[in-house]
Nanobody, 124 residues
Framework: QVRLVESGGGQVQPGGSLRLSCSGSGLQLKHTAIGWFRQVPGKEREGIVCISSTDRNDVTYYQDVLKDRFTISRDITGDTVYLQMNNLKSEDTAVYYC???????????????WGKGTQVTVSS
């Protein structure tokens, strides 16, 4: 069984920072590409950024507008993937998900394995 689990969400003030984590059950994330996505109720899911397997750790941004504030990385084992979010804005409020298709290369669509999501709320 493959399952992804996100953690690290919460409520922060505008301009604050959060670091989200993605880990796997029944899956070694170091062998797979992992993408971060977010979704606001009533809107379509948006891709943020992806990192390929640890053979390359190539980073692909799904939205260039987020490059200056959101960064993706892995821990020393490669089995935990982080999303560092800085200078957060109210528009960043959403449920954040990590996902994979079990492949080594980043893709935005056709990902079959997702976590349940973690809520990020940016407000005063």
């Amino acid at each position: 069984q493959v399952r992804l689990v996100e953690s690290g969400g919460g409520q922060v003030q505008p301009g604050g920072s959060l670091r989200l984590s993605c880990s796997g059950s029944g899956l070694q994330l170091k062998h797979t590409a992992i993408g971060w996505f977010r979704q606001v109720p009533g809107k379509e899911r948006e891709g943020i950024v992806c990192i390929s397997s640890t053979d390359r750790n190539d980073v692909t941004y799904y939205q260039d507008v987020l490059k200056d504030r959101f960064t993706i990385s892995r821990d020393i084992t490669g089995d935990t993937v982080y999303l560092q979010m800085n200078n957060l804005k109210s528009e960043d409020t959403a449920v954040y998900y990590c996902a994979t298709d079990l492949g080594v290369t980043c893709y935005e669509y056709g990902l079959d394995y997702w976590g349940k999501g973690t809520q990020v709320t940016v407000s005063s």
